[in-house]
């Protein structure tokens, strides 16, 4: 089944916020924000901008008449700023004018003086002023301190990978309209709709049940939108709430990228040990997170750096600690994958450091310490149903591994000005939110009285197709064409309390709620039939739009039967709860269950570099992905795809500078380069993996939005190699992006 | 006034002729399919056709980037966007293809790919290539590309199977069109020009840099386009070539001449920003910009080309290299413009190449870029000229190094002196493209990569290492 959405799409069809018709007068926002990375504010004058044409309001932190606090996690960050700005792009205050262009206008004319500190931007100054969101949090396996006596062989070293623009192609965006008795109803480019009623809420006074969050869509999210949609949308209802008028927030590009967080940058010193006979003994890890200004979900990407610290490997002594560092940038946030990625490519920094120093490839130290099952992880679940070794061998039996390693060094052999380069990227990812407490979800299932189906969860679509994941649930339950199947708007007032769609698992929850709905309508239909072909309710099935008893046809259609409900005044409504079985984690330990299951991968990942020039081309990434049993294949495709290109980016090109004043110089597509057309690897090729899939997915479908993203890091070892293969003279270092600028430096190192 | 045809609608404006086509599209006429990604020609998001009639009496369609586009560049033509291009009750072959492949994901790109390939039916060629090339302005950041580069190798085959030579009929007859497309070009015939003696103080050459940083600033003003003040000719004669100032990039990367005297003219424009931006961006304006990387000028400037400054009737001509003076400083006075550049036709023992490298290969700014002109007889080098950007203020024209090798016999090691030479004469700054020692080792690479390319008996990879 196509993405529901696609025929809008192609037509340009489709709603997203800023193209919702606007009521008549409507007015427009702009944030004047910080443009220094630390300081006081000694003045703020408003006056000119105030005066101009058209300019309705300028609101400040005074404008607020609730809390001035935006925290999630922990409250540590004011919506609008009051005597102090610790980020560039911090907002100060909201412009509201008759159009766009006055409110532009209205933001040169505001006056400001500061007071300027000495920022912060770095996390070694703020792990030395211990500067932290949180206290360092550790997980121990086994003994670190004994066992590094016993290993054979020791490597340390240093991994960096750096920051991630989001670059969602909808920047952030949010359209409030007043209800009658204060109530307001608001459309928000958001991946937590509940999120933004609740801080929205807090920051007004106001109750929960007088914001009413609807999502229709959004142009791809990423992670970036999980929190980071809250400010504008609760600054566009903060309008509302003064000027009774609808207002519109969108955010620039320019602004986009200034104001808001981005993928945390680690520096990261590890420590790794081997036995003899290459088995990993002990693994330990300082990763310095640079979280920003505030906390945002740094504490949550912390943990999920730590549950990722091992990858797909069994370490019996392992102590990681993560120092989440307050800085003056902006506040970083959930980037698909979520401080994983980063933990992933520090060990396979380290493994890829010990193989080199040994003499022997990285596959072979990978393929020694696969994680099996029984083995426990660092933090105390012990893993079952692994499929790391038959994803190994699905991979040798369908891309013949050995003879694509010989090739590549065939080639170096015979090639001055071309290097190729090859590695392995195995991935083991934990789906669940990691905070066992959202682990839930709910879903509204209406039968219209003319067979129709409307389906209301807390599902956000942002590109993923979830969307189209839940009409295949309720259709497959129903056995009934998806064409009656609509999927409505997310909407609090329908489904309340909703999770953001995020951590992979918006599918299993919401699809698990809609499974439950759609089988407790069923049994009612089935009561409701049975009457009616005076036959046991358990012999009645559906199928294919008609009733069967004992697996026979009746002529009893889809459509009568819900007729015949209703005319019989049974209920065609079904609001379902479905909560994760199983997980558990008790953080004052930090041992538990966390996940409901794992998915599992290994990427091959081969290169060129053009050794003139220093560019490069990836001639080929082929990749065996644990899918479960995928309910849709070729849109799970696209997010393997999707999430293989953006590592790739992540690794290669795209790069966020600051300069040491906290100033980001990276601000523009121009100057921000993420992957194009031609950038992506000539072949991409996804093997299956043939398995029985987890009972905790829905319909045994794997989560498949972030494991994939870490297949891209195979591509800065493959470079690392064939830099090497050029210029034996070349000191691997971990510091990524590997960028044309590294590549080129790398080859003619001394 | 601006009077166009957007879609099937007939259009007249008073607005500002400086003023944005996509803030008319999506504010004024409510179509919001034409999405705001960048408002900087960086993701496609917002790519229009512009169709206009052209020499031969043809009308044919460019994609363009409408954040960048003035409304006067609309006046008398057809401002196409995607709901211009959907058909009543079923989707165009091109849709069904998207459709068919999940190159869509959260649909937020998509109609401005499903615009930018269409235009490129209006390709001379049809290759894969060249398909691929008109979708390389737009970003996606879902489906990582594979998807797409498969529906748009179906597309090439869809259009050469609908015998496609940019025929709006055989377009419209395979559904690639609407039928509405068919009566156009005498619509558009009835749109009178516009007042040829507007004189206002700003002359836009395609702005597809101008309106990155100054949009807001222009959506109140009058404008003229530079196509109202100089052609857009390409002319070989007497062993000269004659650009007017007009000629946008893909005027010069397609034109037939230039190709064949350049055989890889479309690999180096291929290098140079995106299909959107190179049919909007001007010759006139690269040079006027005075960018440190400007493309253009690099490779202009190892032609040796002479520019002609016009100021009303006043006439005269000056080198290229000794128009730029300093960071964005020209010697163009109040009241001149660029009228045309020209450069003398290598000959059959003169060499040209072009490199270019930048973070991202398409579609960005270069690190460093460089060309180099070089004549040789009896294995000496007779003429020389050599240009970097990146490393300087200016596009630069390495003067010291072209001159230092000029007449010497050309080996190896003459061909090392000279980047002896070269690194004197050089100022690379470190800045958010790469650091200063980067931008010297690249230029000394690409300095050697134009010898290895043109001469690999000469000289290898090896001799540099």
Redesign the interface.
Same mark, same amino acid.
């Given at each position: 089944m &196509?993405?529901i959405?696609?025929?809008?799409?192609?037509?340009?069809?489709?709603?997203?916020v800023?193209?919702i018709?606007t009521i008549s007068g409507t007015l427009f926002g702009t944030i004047f924000s910080s443009s220094i990375a630390h300081g006081k504010i000694i003045k703020l004058d408003i006056s000119n901008a105030s005066e101009l044409d058209g300019v309705t309001a300028i609101l400040t932190h005074i404008d607020i008449p609730g809390e001035n606090q935006i925290g999630a996690i922990i409250q540590d960050e004011v919506l609008l700023a009051e005597d102090e700005v610790h980020f560039i792009g911090q907002p100060i205050a909201l412009i509201i004018a008759e159009s766009e262009?006055i409110s532009?206008?209205a933001r040169e004319l505001i006056e400001i003086d500061f007071e300027e500190y000495d920022p912060i931007v770095n996390v070694q100054d703020a792990k030395n002023n211990e500067h932290f969101i949180l206290p360092p949090r550790s997980f121990k396996l086994g003994d670190i301190s004994k066992v590094w006596e016993d290993c054979a062989f020791i490597f340390e070293g240093i991994a960096k990978s750096g920051g991630q623009e989001?670059?969602?192609?909808?920047?952030q965006g949010s359209y409030a309209i007043p209800l009658e008795n204060g109530n307001i109803k608001i459309f928000s480019s958001t991946q937590g709709p509940t999120v933004v009623q609740k801080i929205g809420a807090r920051v007004l006074g106001i109750s929960m049940n007088q914001i009413e969050v609807d999502v229709k869509?959004?142009?791809?999210a990423?992670g970036g939108k999980e929190d980071q949609a809250t400010p504008w949308a609760v600054l566009s209802m903060l309008a509302v709430y003064h000027l009774q008028k609808p207002v519109k927030i969108?955010l620039?590009?320019?602004d986009d990228i200034y104001m808001t967080g981005k993928r945390h940058p680690y520096e990261t010193n590890y420590k790794i040990g081997f036995s003899e006979d290459l088995k990993m003994l002990a693994f330990e890890a300082e990763y310095l997170q640079n979280a920003g200004a505030a906390a945002d979900l740094s504490p949550a990407i912390t943990e999920r750096t730590l549950f990722h610290s091992t990858n797909s490997y069994f370490i019996p002594n392992v102590r990681t600690t993560v120092y989440s560092c307050k800085t003056n940038l902006t506040p970083n946030t959930a980037f698909r994958g979520f401080g994983a990625p980063q933990a992933i490519f520090v060990i396979e920094s380290a493994i890829k450091n010990a193989a080199t120093q040994i003499g022997i490839p990285a596959r072979e130290l990978q393929e020694i310490n696969m994680i099996v099952d029984n083995d426990s992880f660092p933090y105390g679940q012990i893993a079952k149903n692994v499929e790391l070794k038959k994803i190994w061998k699905t991979a040798q039996d369908n891309f013949n591994f050995y003879k694509i390693e010989k090739e590549v060094c065939d080639f170096n052999d015979s090639n001055?000005?071309l290097k190729k380069g090859i590695s392995f990227i195995p991935v083991t990812f934990g789906v669940s939110f990691t905070n066992t407490m959202m682990n839930h979800a709910r879903a509204l299932v209406h039968i219209y009285q003319d067979g129709s189906i409307g389906i209301s969860t807390g599902a956000v679509e942002?590109?993923?197709?979830v969307n189209t994941k839940m009409i295949q649930v309720a259709s497959h339950v129903f056995s009934v064409d998806s064409k009656r199947v609509k999927i409505e708007s997310t909407n609090t007032t329908r489904v309340a309390n909703t999770s953001p769609s995020a951590a992979s698992s918006t599918a299993d929850l919401n699809g698990k709620a809609v499974e439950k709905a759609c089988n407790a309508l069923l049994i009612r239909l089935k009561e409701v039939a049975g009457k009616k072909l005076q036959a046991e309710p358990e012999s009645i099935d559906f199928k294919d739009e008609l009733v069967i008893t004992n697996q026979k046809d009746t002529t009893l259609t889809w459509e009568e039967i819900i007729w015949e409900a209703f005319a019989s005044r049974v209920s065609l409504s079904e609001s379902s709860h479905y909560s994760t079985p199983e997980i558990n984690f008790d953080k004052s330990i930090e041992k538990g269950h966390p996940f409901a299951y794992h998915v599992y991968g290994l990427a091959i990942t081969t290169a060129t570099i053009d050794?003139?020039?220093?560019?490069h081309v990836i001639d080929s990434v082929r990749i065996v992905h644990d899918f479960g049993k995928s309910i849709n294949q070729?849109?799970d495709?696209?997010q393997?795809?999707?999430?293989?290109?953006?590592g790739v980016g992540w690794m290669t090109?795209e790069?966020i500078?600051h300069n040491n004043k906290g100033v980001l110089?990276?601000n523009?597509?121009?100057?921000y &380069?993420?992957?194009?057309?031609?950038?992506?690897p000539e072949l991409?090729e996804i093997i299956p993996l043939e398995t029985d899939g987890n009972e905790n997915a829905i319909l045994k479908s794997k989560a498949v939005g972030e494991p994939p993203f870490n297949y891209g890091i195979g591509i800065y070892f493959a470079l690392q190699d064939a830099i090497y293969a050029f210029?034996s003279n070349y000191k691997y270092d971990f510091d990524a992006p590997m960028?044309?600028?590294k590549v080129?430096?790398g080859l003619?190192s001394k | 006034m601006i009077e166009f045809i957007l879609n099937n609608e007939h259009v007249v404006t008073e607005l500002p002729s400086g003023s944005i086509l996509l803030n008319f599209i999506r504010k004024e006429k409510?179509l919001? +399919?034409?999405?705001? +990604?960048?408002?900087?020609g960086?993701?496609g998001?917002c790519t229009v056709l512009i169709g206009s009639i052209d020499q031969q009496g043809k009308l044919i369609y460019k994609s363009v980037n409408s954040c960048l586009t003035p409304i006067a560049s609309a006046h008398q033509r057809h401002v196409v966007?995607?709901?211009g291009l959907?058909l009543k009750d079923k989707?165009t072959p091109i849709?069904e293809i998207?459709?068919?492949n999940?190159a869509?994901?959260?649909?937020?790109?998509?109609?401005g790919f499903?615009i930018s390939i269409t235009g490129s039916a209006f390709n001379s060629d049809t290759s894969i290539s060249s398909v691929?090339d008109s979708?390389?302005g737009?970003?996606?950041?879902?489906?990582?590309? $594979?998807?797409?580069?498969k529906s $748009?190798s179906e597309i090439a085959q869809l259009l050469v199977n609908s015998g496609n030579n940019g025929s709006i009929s055989k377009l419209t007859s395979a559904g690639i069109l609407p039928e509405y497309f068919l009566n156009i070009q005498n619509r558009l015939l009835a749109i009178p020009n516009i007042s040829s003696n507007s004189n206002n103080k700003y002359i836009v050459g395609g702005g597809t840099d101008l309106y990155?940083s100054q949009s807001?600033e222009f959506?109140s003003k009058a404008i003229d386009l530079i196509e109202s003040k100089c052609g857009n000719g390409i002319t070989l004669n007497n062993g000269v070539c004659i650009i007017e100032a007009g000629a946008s990039a893909t005027d010069i990367m397609e034109n037939n001449d230039l190709i064949s005297l350049f055989t890889e003219l479309k690999s180096y424009f291929k290098l140079i920003s995106s299909k959107q931006i190179r049919n909007t961006g001007t010759l006139g304006g690269n040079l006027v910009n005075a960018s440190p990387i400007a493309d253009l000028a690099i490779f202009f400037l190892a032609l040796n080309s002479k520019i002609s400054i016009s100021n009303n009737d006043n006439l005269r001509s000056i080198f290229l290299k000794d128009f730029f003076k300093g960071y964005k400083l020209i010697d163009l006075n109040e009241g001149e413009i660029i009228q045309s550049m020209a450069f003398n036709i290598p000959e059959e023992n003169e060499y040209f190449n072009f490199?270019k490298?930048?973070?991202?290969?398409?579609?960005?700014?270069a $690190?460093v870029n460089s060309a180099i002109k070089i004549s040789i007889r009896n294995n000496h080098i007779s003429e020389i000229h050599i240009s970097a950007g990146g490393v300087a203020p200016i596009p630069l024209y390495l003067k010291n190094t072209s001159s230092f090798l000029k007449g010497k016999e050309l080996t190896s090691q003459n061909i090392r002196k000279g980047h002896c030479v070269l690194k004197e004469e050089i100022s690379p700054i470190s800045?958010?493209?790469? $650091?200063d020692?980067?931008k010297k080792?690249?230029l000394k690479?690409?300095y050697?990569?134009h010898f290895?390319k043109l001469f690999p008996e000469k000289i290898?990879?090896?001799d540099i290492?």
């Amino acid at each position: 089944m &196509k993405n529901i959405d696609s025929n809008n799409h192609v037509q340009g069809k489709s709603i997203f916020v800023d193209d919702i018709p606007t009521i008549s007068g409507t007015l427009f926002g702009t944030i004047f924000s910080s443009s220094i990375a630390h300081g006081k504010i000694i003045k703020l004058d408003i006056s000119n901008a105030s005066e101009l044409d058209g300019v309705t309001a300028i609101l400040t932190h005074i404008d607020i008449p609730g809390e001035n606090q935006i925290g999630a996690i922990i409250q540590d960050e004011v919506l609008l700023a009051e005597d102090e700005v610790h980020f560039i792009g911090q907002p100060i205050a909201l412009i509201i004018a008759e159009s766009e262009s006055i409110s532009l206008k209205a933001r040169e004319l505001i006056e400001i003086d500061f007071e300027e500190y000495d920022p912060i931007v770095n996390v070694q100054d703020a792990k030395n002023n211990e500067h932290f969101i949180l206290p360092p949090r550790s997980f121990k396996l086994g003994d670190i301190s004994k066992v590094w006596e016993d290993c054979a062989f020791i490597f340390e070293g240093i991994a960096k990978s750096g920051g991630q623009e989001h670059l969602y192609l909808e920047t952030q965006g949010s359209y409030a309209i007043p209800l009658e008795n204060g109530n307001i109803k608001i459309f928000s480019s958001t991946q937590g709709p509940t999120v933004v009623q609740k801080i929205g809420a807090r920051v007004l006074g106001i109750s929960m049940n007088q914001i009413e969050v609807d999502v229709k869509r959004l142009g791809g999210a990423f992670g970036g939108k999980e929190d980071q949609a809250t400010p504008w949308a609760v600054l566009s209802m903060l309008a509302v709430y003064h000027l009774q008028k609808p207002v519109k927030i969108i955010l620039s590009r320019h602004d986009d990228i200034y104001m808001t967080g981005k993928r945390h940058p680690y520096e990261t010193n590890y420590k790794i040990g081997f036995s003899e006979d290459l088995k990993m003994l002990a693994f330990e890890a300082e990763y310095l997170q640079n979280a920003g200004a505030a906390a945002d979900l740094s504490p949550a990407i912390t943990e999920r750096t730590l549950f990722h610290s091992t990858n797909s490997y069994f370490i019996p002594n392992v102590r990681t600690t993560v120092y989440s560092c307050k800085t003056n940038l902006t506040p970083n946030t959930a980037f698909r994958g979520f401080g994983a990625p980063q933990a992933i490519f520090v060990i396979e920094s380290a493994i890829k450091n010990a193989a080199t120093q040994i003499g022997i490839p990285a596959r072979e130290l990978q393929e020694i310490n696969m994680i099996v099952d029984n083995d426990s992880f660092p933090y105390g679940q012990i893993a079952k149903n692994v499929e790391l070794k038959k994803i190994w061998k699905t991979a040798q039996d369908n891309f013949n591994f050995y003879k694509i390693e010989k090739e590549v060094c065939d080639f170096n052999d015979s090639n001055d000005n071309l290097k190729k380069g090859i590695s392995f990227i195995p991935v083991t990812f934990g789906v669940s939110f990691t905070n066992t407490m959202m682990n839930h979800a709910r879903a509204l299932v209406h039968i219209y009285q003319d067979g129709s189906i409307g389906i209301s969860t807390g599902a956000v679509e942002m590109g993923q197709s979830v969307n189209t994941k839940m009409i295949q649930v309720a259709s497959h339950v129903f056995s009934v064409d998806s064409k009656r199947v609509k999927i409505e708007s997310t909407n609090t007032t329908r489904v309340a309390n909703t999770s953001p769609s995020a951590a992979s698992s918006t599918a299993d929850l919401n699809g698990k709620a809609v499974e439950k709905a759609c089988n407790a309508l069923l049994i009612r239909l089935k009561e409701v039939a049975g009457k009616k072909l005076q036959a046991e309710p358990e012999s009645i099935d559906f199928k294919d739009e008609l009733v069967i008893t004992n697996q026979k046809d009746t002529t009893l259609t889809w459509e009568e039967i819900i007729w015949e409900a209703f005319a019989s005044r049974v209920s065609l409504s079904e609001s379902s709860h479905y909560s994760t079985p199983e997980i558990n984690f008790d953080k004052s330990i930090e041992k538990g269950h966390p996940f409901a299951y794992h998915v599992y991968g290994l990427a091959i990942t081969t290169a060129t570099i053009d050794c003139l020039r220093g560019t490069h081309v990836i001639d080929s990434v082929r990749i065996v992905h644990d899918f479960g049993k995928s309910i849709n294949q070729e849109i799970d495709n696209g997010q393997i795809e999707g999430a293989l290109v953006q590592g790739v980016g992540w690794m290669t090109m795209e790069e966020i500078v600051h300069n040491n004043k906290g100033v980001l110089l990276s601000n523009a597509l121009s100057n921000y &380069k993420v992957p194009d057309i031609y950038s992506v690897p000539e072949l991409v090729e996804i093997i299956p993996l043939e398995t029985d899939g987890n009972e905790n997915a829905i319909l045994k479908s794997k989560a498949v939005g972030e494991p994939p993203f870490n297949y891209g890091i195979g591509i800065y070892f493959a470079l690392q190699d064939a830099i090497y293969a050029f210029n034996s003279n070349y000191k691997y270092d971990f510091d990524a992006p590997m960028t044309p600028e590294k590549v080129l430096l790398g080859l003619y190192s001394k | 006034m601006i009077e166009f045809i957007l879609n099937n609608e007939h259009v007249v404006t008073e607005l500002p002729s400086g003023s944005i086509l996509l803030n008319f599209i999506r504010k004024e006429k409510q179509l919001t +399919g034409t999405k705001i +990604g960048c408002r900087e020609g960086d993701c496609g998001a917002c790519t229009v056709l512009i169709g206009s009639i052209d020499q031969q009496g043809k009308l044919i369609y460019k994609s363009v980037n409408s954040c960048l586009t003035p409304i006067a560049s609309a006046h008398q033509r057809h401002v196409v966007t995607i709901e211009g291009l959907n058909l009543k009750d079923k989707l165009t072959p091109i849709q069904e293809i998207f459709k068919k492949n999940n190159a869509t994901q959260c649909g937020f790109c998509t109609p401005g790919f499903i615009i930018s390939i269409t235009g490129s039916a209006f390709n001379s060629d049809t290759s894969i290539s060249s398909v691929m090339d008109s979708i390389g302005g737009n970003i996606c950041r879902c489906t990582g590309y $594979s998807s797409i580069q498969k529906s $748009s190798s179906e597309i090439a085959q869809l259009l050469v199977n609908s015998g496609n030579n940019g025929s709006i009929s055989k377009l419209t007859s395979a559904g690639i069109l609407p039928e509405y497309f068919l009566n156009i070009q005498n619509r558009l015939l009835a749109i009178p020009n516009i007042s040829s003696n507007s004189n206002n103080k700003y002359i836009v050459g395609g702005g597809t840099d101008l309106y990155v940083s100054q949009s807001a600033e222009f959506e109140s003003k009058a404008i003229d386009l530079i196509e109202s003040k100089c052609g857009n000719g390409i002319t070989l004669n007497n062993g000269v070539c004659i650009i007017e100032a007009g000629a946008s990039a893909t005027d010069i990367m397609e034109n037939n001449d230039l190709i064949s005297l350049f055989t890889e003219l479309k690999s180096y424009f291929k290098l140079i920003s995106s299909k959107q931006i190179r049919n909007t961006g001007t010759l006139g304006g690269n040079l006027v910009n005075a960018s440190p990387i400007a493309d253009l000028a690099i490779f202009f400037l190892a032609l040796n080309s002479k520019i002609s400054i016009s100021n009303n009737d006043n006439l005269r001509s000056i080198f290229l290299k000794d128009f730029f003076k300093g960071y964005k400083l020209i010697d163009l006075n109040e009241g001149e413009i660029i009228q045309s550049m020209a450069f003398n036709i290598p000959e059959e023992n003169e060499y040209f190449n072009f490199e270019k490298v930048s973070k991202r290969t398409h579609l960005d700014i270069a $690190s460093v870029n460089s060309a180099i002109k070089i004549s040789i007889r009896n294995n000496h080098i007779s003429e020389i000229h050599i240009s970097a950007g990146g490393v300087a203020p200016i596009p630069l024209y390495l003067k010291n190094t072209s001159s230092f090798l000029k007449g010497k016999e050309l080996t190896s090691q003459n061909i090392r002196k000279g980047h002896c030479v070269l690194k004197e004469e050089i100022s690379p700054i470190s800045d958010v493209r790469g $650091s200063d020692v980067y931008k010297k080792l690249l230029l000394k690479q690409l300095y050697f990569a134009h010898f290895i390319k043109l001469f690999p008996e000469k000289i290898s990879i090896a001799d540099i290492k």
